[in-house]
């Protein structure tokens, strides 16, 4: 019985932890859309010494029950500059309807933070994206 009992809270547990959002450790990253794809920028106030810098997101779509990686983190693309509080656009990536998880690493001179987004891309009859943003 009380093994039972157990796993029960053992697996009560492992159900809430899959339906917690990005961990603390994650900052939000901030998405909006220009020419209908969806553009990224990190906070003002991130405290790192410039420049800002990162390679491209891992970036995840979810389909049915699942997440698959639709583009996986890379440290061999080139690295970009970040202006504070400007989009960037990670070219190559096919966005289509959906809900997406994106996850960032940006370095500093010193230092390095970790920014993620989850959103839904909500496709119009004319085909136009319209960006929720759910974190």
Same mark, same amino acid.
């Given at each position: 019985m009380v093994m039972k009992q157990l796993f029960g809270v053992l697996a009560v547990t492992l159900m809430v932890s899959a339906c917690?959002?990005?961990?603390?450790?994650?900052r939000s990253l901030a998405v909006t859309?220009?020419?209908?794809?969806?553009?990224?920028?990190?906070?003002?106030?991130h405290g790192l010494q410039a420049p800002?810098?990162?390679?491209s997101p891992t970036i995840m779509k979810r389909v049915g029950n699942e997440w698959k990686t639709i583009s996986p983190p890379s440290t061999f693309s080139p690295e970009v500059t970040l202006m &504070?509080? $400007?989009?960037?656009?990670w070219k190559d990536v096919a966005w289509q309807a959906g809900e997406y998880d994106v996850a960032l690493k940006v370095s500093g001179k010193n230092d390095s933070i970790r920014y993620a987004a989850r959103? &839904?891309? $909500?496709?119009?009859?004319?085909?136009?994206?319209?960006?929720?943003?759910?974190e």
């Open positions: 917690v959002s990005h961990p603390a450790q994650y859309l220009k020419n209908n794809e969806p553009c990224f920028a990190i906070s003002a106030n800002v810098t990162s390679h &504070t509080q $400007q989009c960037h656009q959103f &839904t891309l $909500q496709e119009a009859p004319s085909g136009q994206f319209k960006l929720m943003q759910t």
